[in-house]
C-alpha cells in the first residue's frame, strides 16, 4: 500500500515536471521570473542602485551560486554604462565604474544564469554601442495611447505627483534589465500642457521612481508653447523673447529633475506647429531648443519625420530633401531622430536614406515596438528581425574607422523605440509582444546580437528552462514577421492599411484628403502592373542613397527582391528570377503567409501543458485571431488585384471566400490607438 502510495507520488511529481508549470502566470513579471532566490552578495558601496543591484541577485539566483561580489572599479574600457562579471577565487565579481553599470552587470549575470549558464563560469564583457536607447511613449494626459494596443496609458496623470504606482518601480526595474536609460513620457503629438508647473511635478515623481534604475526621463515639447502656455504672441525661434520663454521653462524643469534628458520634438509634421510656420528653418528651431537645455547637459531629439501636402514630391524623398542640406548646421546637443524606413514603421522598408547621409549631425533611429502596422496586440509579430535587419544594413558611405562599409548602427547616437506598454496586467497586450520590448532593449545596447539569440534568451527567461518551448516559441518567433509581411503585402508593398486607424486591409482606399494617406499612392497597380518607380523614370528617390546603394536599386534584376515593387514598377508579367510571373510570385506570398500562420498555431498547440494555461490560452487565442485575419488580408488582397490585372489566380490557389465588394464594405469603429 505505502509503496503504492510512493509509486503514484513519484509518477505525479514527473508527470508535473514534464506538463511544465501548471499554475496559472499572468505574464506581469514579464522576463524577470520570480523570486525565490537567495545567493549570498556583498556590496561595495551604499547607493540606492548598487542595494538594489544586490536585491536582483539575491532575488533571482539560488543559494548555490558561488557568492558574489559588487564593486565599482576604475576600467577606462567600460565607460560609464559597460560591466564586467568574472570569476576571482571562489567569487564572482561583477564591476562597473558607475553604480548604474554594477546594476546592468547584475541583471548580465541573472539573463546568463536563466538562459541555461553556469553561474560558476560566468565571464561577461559589454558596453553599449549606443549612449541612449530611449522608449518614447505616445501617451496623452487623457490616458489614452496613440497607436497603443494594451490599454489605457501606465501614467496615472491624474493622481501623481502625490501616489506612486509600484508598477512605475516594476517598469523601471525591467527596462534597466535590458539596459533602457531614457523615457519620454508624453505623446509627440503633445499638448503644451505638459509642461505646465503641475506636470512638471508629475513627470518630476516619475524621474525620481526611475533614477536609482540608471533611467532619466524626457518630455515631447510642442513647439508653441511659447504661445499656449507662456502668452507670447509667436514662436519664432529666431525671437528673443521665445528663446528667453524656452530657457526660463529649461531651468524650471531642470530644478525639479536635475538629471532631465531632453526633449523630443516633432515640428512641421502631420499638422504639428514648428519653425517652418515662420520661415525658419528645422536646425534653426532645434538649435534655440538646445541653447536652452545645454547650460543643463540636455539634448534636443529633433524628428525627421516630415512630409507635406503641399509638396508634390515622392512622401519617400521629403525628410531627406528637407534634413540633408542641413547637415553640419545642428548644435552639438541636438540628435535628429530618423524612421528606421522612410515612410513610417511598414512591415518592411528599406533604411532610411538619411542614415550615413548627415556625418556631421547626431542620429537617433527611431523604430516603433508598437504594432501598428503589424497586426496590433494580436498578431504574433517578433520585431527582432526587423530591428536588427534595419540596424545592419549597409549605409554605402564610406568614413573614416569604418573603412569596410558603415550600417546604419554605425551612425547613431541614440536608439528610440515608440512603446507598446500599457496597463494591461501583461504590459503589452500579449506574451510574444513582451518579447518586442525585450528584443529592442537587448538589440538597441548592442546592434549587433543575433535576434535569434534574443528570441531563444528571451523565450528562456519567460517560459523557463524546458528546451522543447525555447526551441518551438523562438523558431515561431523568428518567422513571424516575415509571415506578417507575406499577408499584407510581399516585395516591397507598403502602406495597403485601412484608413486612419490602420486595422485590416484596405489596398483600394483612394478618397482619402490628401494623397499620400491613400494606399493607391504607394502600390500604383493598375491593368498594366504594380509597383513605384522610385529610379531615374519615377521619382529617382533612389538618388538619396549612397551611389553604391543607388546603382543596385537602380535595376529590378539587382534589387533585394523584398524590396522589389518599393522601387520599381513593373509589369504583371515581370519574371523572378526563380522564373515566375511577379504576378503568380506575389499572389503565392499571400498563401506563404497565411500556411505560416497556421503552422504558427499548430507548434504552439505542442506546448500545451508546457507552457502555463493562462498564457498558453491567450497566445492560442490570439493565433486563432491572427489565422482569421491573416485570410482576409489574403482574400480581399487578392480579390482587389485580380479587379484591377484581370488575371486569373495561380493554378491551385482558393478563391477569395467573398468578392471585392463585401471586403470593401467592412467598416470598423472603436478601434485601440486611433487618434
Ligand atoms: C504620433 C504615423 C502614426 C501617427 C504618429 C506619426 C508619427 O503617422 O500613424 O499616429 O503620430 O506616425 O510618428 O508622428
Request: glycine share 8%; net charge neutral; proline share 7%.
Amino acid at each position: 500500500m505505502f509503496r503504492t502510495l510512493r509509486r503514484m507520488a513519484v509518477g505525479l511529481l514527473l508527470a508535473m515536471a514534464v506538463a511544465g508549470p501548471a499554475h496559472a502566470d499572468d505574464g506581469y513579471r514579464l522576463w524577470l521570473g520570480s523570486a525565490g532566490g537567495n545567493a549570498s552578495v556583498t556590496v561595495e558601496g551604499n547607493s540606492p542602485t548598487l542595494i538594489l543591484a544586490a536585491d536582483e541577485l539575491r532575488r533571482a539566483l539560488p543559494a548555490n551560486t558561488p557568492p558574489i561580489r559588487l564593486a565599482r572599479v576604475k576600467d577606462a574600457g567600460l565607460g560609464n554604462e559597460g560591466y564586467a562579471v568574472r570569476r576571482s577565487g571562489s567569487t564572482l565579481v561583477i564591476n562597473g565604474q558607475t553604480d548604474v553599470a554594477v546594476l546592468y552587470g547584475a541583471f548580465a549575470l541573472i539573463r546568463h544564469v536563466r538562459s541555461g549558464g553556469d553561474p560558476a563560469q560566468a565571464s561577461l564583457r559589454s558596453t553599449p554601442r549606443v549612449a541612449l536607447r530611449l522608449l518614447n511613449h505616445w501617451d496623452n494626459l487623457d490616458g489614452s495611447v496613440e497607436r497603443g494596443y494594451a490599454g489605457q496609458s501606465l501614467w496615472d496623470w491624474w493622481t501623481l505627483p502625490d501616489y506612486r504606482d509600484p508598477r512605475y518601480t516594476d517598469y523601471a526595474r525591467a527596462n534597466a534589465s535590458i539596459g533602457v536609460n531614457g523615457t519620454v513620457l508624453n505623446n509627440v503629438n503633445a499638448k503644451a500642457e505638459s509642461l505646465s508647473a503641475p506636470y512638471i511635478a508629475k513627470a518630476a515623481a516619475l524621474a525620481d521612481v526611475f533614477r536609482p534604475w540608471g533611467i532619466r526621463v524626457y518630455l515631447s515639447a510642442r513647439f508653441s508653447a511659447p504661445i499656449e502656455l507662456g502668452g507670447l504672441k509667436t514662436a519664432d525661434p529666431r525671437d528673443p523673447a521665445v528663446a528667453a520663454w524656452w530657457q526660463a521653462k529649461a531651468d524650471e524643469i531642470y530644478r525639479a529633475i536635475p538629471d532631465f534628458g531632453g526633449f523630443l520634438v516633432k515640428a512641421n509634421s502631420e499638422g504639428q506647429p514648428g519653425p517652418r510656420d515662420y520661415g525658419a528653418s528645422h536646425a534653426d528651431g532645434a538649435n534655440m531648443l538646445a541653447a536652452a537645455v545645454k547650460p543643463h547637459g540636455g539634448v534636443i531629439l529633433w524628428r525627421a519625420f516630415v512630409y507635406a501636402d503641399s509638396d508634390p514630391t515622392d512622401r519617400a524623398k521629403q525628410a531627406y530633401a528637407e534634413f540633408q542640406p542641413l547637415d553640419g548646421q545642428f548644435a552639438s546637443n541636438v540628435i535628429v531622430q530618423v524612421k528606421n524606413g522612410p515612410i513610417d514603421f511598414q512591415p518592411r522598408e528599406p533604411v532610411h536614406p538619411l542614415f550615413g547621409a548627415m556625418p556631421r549631425t547626431r542620429l537617433a533611429a527611431e523604430f516603433q515596438i508598437t504594432k501598428e502596422y503589424l497586426g496590433f496586440a494580436t498578431h504574433l509579430a517578433y520585431l527582432g528581425p526587423l530591428f536588427a535587419e534595419a540596424l545592419d544594413t549597409p549605409t554605402g558611405h564610406v568614413t573614416q574607422g569604418n573603412e569596410a562599409g558603415q550600417t546604419v548602427a554605425d551612425t547613431l547616437t541614440a536608439v528610440s523605440g515608440v512603446s507598446n506598454i500599457g496597463r494591461d496586467r501583461d504590459w503589452t497586450g500579449s506574451t510574444f509582444n513582451q518579447a518586442n520590448w525585450y528584443a529592442f532593449g537587448r538589440l538597441a545596447w548592442d546592434p549587433t546580437l543575433p535576434a535569434q539569440a534574443i528570441a531563444r534568451e528571451w523565450a528562456a527567461q519567460t517560459f523557463g528552462p524546458d528546451a522543447r518551448v525555447i526551441d518551438t516559441a523562438s523558431a515561431m518567433m523568428m518567422r513571424s514577421r516575415e509571415a506578417v509581411v507575406d499577408y499584407t503585402g510581399a516585395f516591397g508593398l507598403a502602406h495597403l492599411f485601412s484608413s486612419d486607424h490602420h486595422y485590416g486591409p484596405g489596398p483600394w482606399i483612394d478618397d482619402l484628403k490628401r494623397p499620400e494617406w491613400n494606399p493607391v499612392y504607394y502600390h500604383r497597380a493598375d491593368r498594366n502592373g504594380i509597383g513605384f518607380d522610385r529610379t531615374r523614370t519615377g521619382s529617382n528617390a533612389i538618388a538619396q542613397y549612397a551611389p553604391a546603394i543607388a546603382a543596385r536599386l537602380a535595376r529590378p534584376e539587382t534589387t533585394p527582391p523584398e524590396l522589389l515593387l518599393w522601387f520599381h514598377h513593373l509589369p504583371w508579367e515581370w519574371r523572378m528570377a526563380d522564373g515566375r510571373t511577379l504576378w503568380e510570385a506575389l499572389a503565392r506570398r499571400y498563401d506563404r503567409g497565411v500556411a505560416e500562420v497556421m503552422a504558427m498555431r499548430r507548434d504552439w498547440a505542442t506546448l500545451k501543458g508546457r507552457v502555463d494555461p493562462e498564457r498558453w490560452a491567450k497566445a492560442d487565442t490570439y493565433l486563432a485571431i491572427q489565422t482569421r485575419e491573416a485570410k482576409w488580408w489574403r482574400d480581399s488582397s487578392l480579390a482587389y488585384w485580380t479587379s484591377l490585372n484581370g488575371l486569373p489566380l495561380p493554378q491551385g490557389m482558393a478563391a477569395p471566400e467573398h468578392d471585392l465588394a463585401w471586403y470593401k464594405a467592412q467598416h470598423f469603429t472603436h478601434v485601440p490607438g486611433a487618434p
